[in-house]
């Protein structure tokens, strides 16, 4: 069998052997349809579309996704079977590879368990479907960046507590970082250029393009750029860690 398939097959399983994924599971589904017919205004709106439904969930990912990934690597290291994983025949790129993908799908499954959402939309009027499916697209490449984010820091420590603050805490930076308070703030002590490069980092900015039905391959590059250069740190960490 692929090491990658291996490695990917025992962390889903490891995910439904507990009540945990399924807990994960319906508070998100839950929270997404409470966030988008009551805190997203939906009704009030009067327009037949999955905006607000989108719009909530960078804030849904804060939680979920590092929820899923503190485990991924400080659980490995906690229990002493990070060690017995890198002498298996399989390379740290595999086992990363392995694990990112598993949690992926996981959240790729979360998405698709919310098609009630858009079946109830369809049934009050006629959205853009293909809008909807570029929203459910860009959420899932923010899915991946965050994940990734979240197996390099859970790479970094031992505490899954700390792997979770870790995590949170640099993602709500990324989501915040293109916000106009936050440039208006930095403006006047800031260059000009260095402004415009953190706006650029935040992805909020890009999942918002992706979302509205923009697919531009800037914002496509620049998911596929974090999630790999996330990866790589993490997979220099867990080198790091093996020569020690």
């Not at 086992?95 to 979360?110: N, Q, R, T």
């Not at 858009?118 to 991946?144: E, F, R």
């Not at 984010?149 to 930076?173: E, K, N, P």
């Amino acid at each position: 069998m692929n090491p990658v398939n291996a490695v990917l097959r025992r962390e889903l399983r490891s995910y439904f052997v507990t009540p945990v994924a399924y807990v994960f599971l319906v508070i998100f589904l839950v929270l997404a349809g409470i966030l988008t017919f009551y805190a997203g205004d939906f009704y009030e709106r009067g327009q037949a579309d999955l905006q607000p439904f989108f719009t909530m969930h960078p804030w849904l990912y804060l939680i979920l996704v590092p929820a899923i990934t503190m485990r991924m690597w400080a659980e490995e290291a906690k229990g002493g079977t990070l060690e017995l994983l890198l002498t298996l025949p399989l390379t740290l790129w595999q086992a990363m590879l392995g694990k990112f993908f598993a949690a992926w799908l996981f959240i790729g499954l979360a998405l698709v368990l919310t098609f009630p959402i858009w079946i109830t939309v369809n049934y009050l009027g006629s959205p853009d479907n293909g809008v909807i499916l570029a929203g459910y697209l860009g959420s899932w490449l923010m899915a991946g960046s965050f994940i990734a984010i979240g197996a390099c820091l859970s790479a970094l420590t031992r505490s899954q507590v700390v792997a979770f603050i870790l995590t949170a805490l640099v993602c709500v930076l990324l989501i915040l970082a293109g916000q106009p308070q936050v440039l208006d703030f930095f403006s006047g002590t800031l260059p000009r250029k260095l402004i415009n490069a953190v706006a650029h980092l935040s992805m909020l900015r890009h999942f918002e393009a992706i979302a509205r039905g923009v697919l531009d391959i800037r914002d496509l590059v620049y998911f596929l750029l974090s999630t790999i250069g996330w990866l790589v740190a993490g997979v220099l960490l867990l080198d790091l860690k093996r020569t020690r």
